[in-house]
């Protein structure tokens, strides 16, 4: 009997020396059969990975993205390559433009001559939703997105990852809160202008730049605030008494920077937030006015990505380069390059503070992109008498 437990004793305290030896009692592996399932986030991790991975692949092998763009900043050009470049070995080509319009022209052209040479569209929302969709110009984009970072609606300005309103066709990149005046800090001081109305006074007479407001672009977005802000009779009246100050009307958003840093005009109306920040940062006396009309909150000039409808050149290259462009990073470099907060609210702000809209900003969907395609007609007639 003795014997008997002695030989028990020892199996036991050998045992403690093999648990002790490999960190602890060990459980059988789970054994996967035929019928063995993994688990459901296993599962959907696995298949956008490797569809990711396989598109990559594929991008890597053509090579080359070719984007379109109207009034993408070098900058933002020069930053977007670097990377794209770093992280896929792919070569983003653009092909820029001076404005939504004339983009739509181009590509029109070349579709009918059997040329399909763009990839991605990078332009603002009123070009796509009023001058490209409803000639069936944008293929969708939801089918195209893969990686669950880019399609997370959580981080997103306003719970929006689209602005048309089939919720497929239009990705903002950029959002800002725009106060649509700006200043020469050495010809009008701090608190000087506080109102649209004290444009009119008659000092300021022939030393305001406008944004064309019969184009797609900040000063058509002025007309679009005013008349809703004022009414249609009381707004009408205002800008009325605005072309009598003769101001010099422009599309080339980095002239009417450089008139304003330069002096040649002492305030702005709808130059774009990207393309005075450089003149800002440079030293010039340049600063934004906030009025107490308030501003615009929108996609941030034309910082938005779509899709040509049909034939594409390079299909993979693209489909990676849209997936990565609304990540964290995608959209950080789009942000620091043009001075612009990101649309994504993950995304850093510093230095970009004054820009960032304010909690619970509605924003400029598709249905003011149409409000603003009324308006141009407006302005159109008001303006008359500076277009001749």
């Not at 069936?136 to 669950?148: K, Q, R, T, V, W």
């Amino acid at each position: 009997m003795i014997r008997v437990l002695n030989l028990v004793m020892a199996g036991f305290l050998a045992g403690m020396v093999l648990a002790a030896c490999t960190g602890g009692p060990q459980q059988a592996p789970a054994q996967q059969g035929p019928g063995a399932q993994a688990t459901p986030s296993a599962v959907a991790k696995e298949s956008w990975q490797a569809e990711w991975d396989k598109v990559v692949a594929a991008g890597r092998k053509e090579g080359v993205v070719s984007v379109y763009a109207g009034n993408w900043l070098a900058d933002v050009q020069t930053a977007l390559r670097s990377k794209v470049k770093d992280n896929f070995g792919l070569n983003l080509e653009f092909t820029n433009v001076s404005g939504g319009a004339e983009l739509v022209v181009k590509m029109e052209k070349e579709r009918t001559a059997g040329l399909y040479l763009a990839d991605v569209i990078g332009s603002g929302l009123p070009t796509t939703t009023t001058l490209m969709k409803p000639k069936g110009m944008l293929a969708p984009l939801d089918p195209i997105l893969i990686l669950p970072e880019a399609k997370d609606t959580r981080v997103q300005l306003a719970g929006r990852l689209f602005l048309d309103t089939e919720q497929k066709y239009h990705v903002p990149l950029s959002a800002a809160f725009d106060p649509l005046v700006t200043r020469n800090t050495e010809m009008v001081r701090d608190g000087e202008i506080q109102s649209f109305y004290d444009l009119l006074e008659p000092k300021w007479k022939g030393k305001i730049v406008i944004n064309d407001p019969t184009n797609i672009g900040g000063g058509n977005r002025l007309v679009t605030l005013l008349l809703g802000k004022l009414g249609p009779d009381k707004g009408r009246d205002y800008f009325v008494q605005l072309v009598k100050q003769e101001p010099l009307v422009s599309r080339d958003y980095r002239l009417m920077s450089e008139w304003l840093a330069r002096g040649k005009v002492a305030l702005g109306l709808g130059v774009p937030i990207g393309n005075l920040m450089p003149f800002k940062t440079a030293g010039a006396p340049v600063a934004f006015v906030r009025v107490k009309e308030g501003g615009t909150v929108s996609q941030a000039g034309p910082y938005g990505i779509a899709m040509p409808a049909g034939a594409v050149p390079h299909p993979n290259a693209a489909r990676v380069f849209i997936n990565w462009i609304l990540t964290k990073e995608g959209e950080t470099v789009v942000s620091k390059a043009a001075s612009q907060p990101a649309w994504r609210l993950d995304a850093p702000t510093e230095g970009l503070e004054d820009f960032v809209p304010p909690p619970g900003s509605g924003v400029e969907d598709e249905e003011v992109a149409k409000q603003h395609e009324r308006t141009r007609e407006i302005a159109k007639e008001i303006f008359a008498p500076l277009l001749r």
